[in-house]
Nanobody, 126 residues
């Protein structure tokens, strides 16, 4: 099992930027795909972005493509989500997660992710 702790959320005006961090401890973090999801009030949890073990390949939801960038520093056991040009509709609790098994990409389905952080709130005002 891996323990995940998100940080970096906050209140920002539309058009602003935030960088979220996901710090991991426990099993070999560098062996796992890491994903970011978000959940807005009254809505289902949705996929935001994910990154392969080495960081060489990334995927994004259409709603954030071109505005958000996922990256990782395996030496620091940390994954980042740089969020630029934020919109009010980006308001949500953001979670990082790792899947059930190492070295496998399970795609954007949240049910395939076994370990989750506690989340960090991002609020974008108009």
């Amino acid at each position: 099992q891996v323990q995940l702790v998100e940080s970096g959320g906050g209140l920002v005006q539309a058009g602003g930027s935030l960088r979220l961090s996901c710090a991991a401890s426990g099993r070999t973090f560098s062996s796992y795909v890491v994903a970011w999801f978000r959940q807005a009030p009254g809505k289902e949890r949705e996929f935001v972005a994910r990154i392969t073990m080495s960081g060489a390949v990334t995927w994004y939801a259409d709603s954030v493509k071109g505005r958000f960038t996922i990256s990782r520093d395996n030496a620091k056991n940390t994954v980042y989500l740089q969020m630029n040009s934020l919109k009010p509709e980006d308001t949500a609790v953001y979670y990082c997660a790792t899947p059930r098994a190492a070295y496998i990409d399970y795609g954007p389905n949240s049910s395939q992710y076994a370990d989750w952080g506690q989340g960090t709130q991002v609020t974008v005002s108009s």
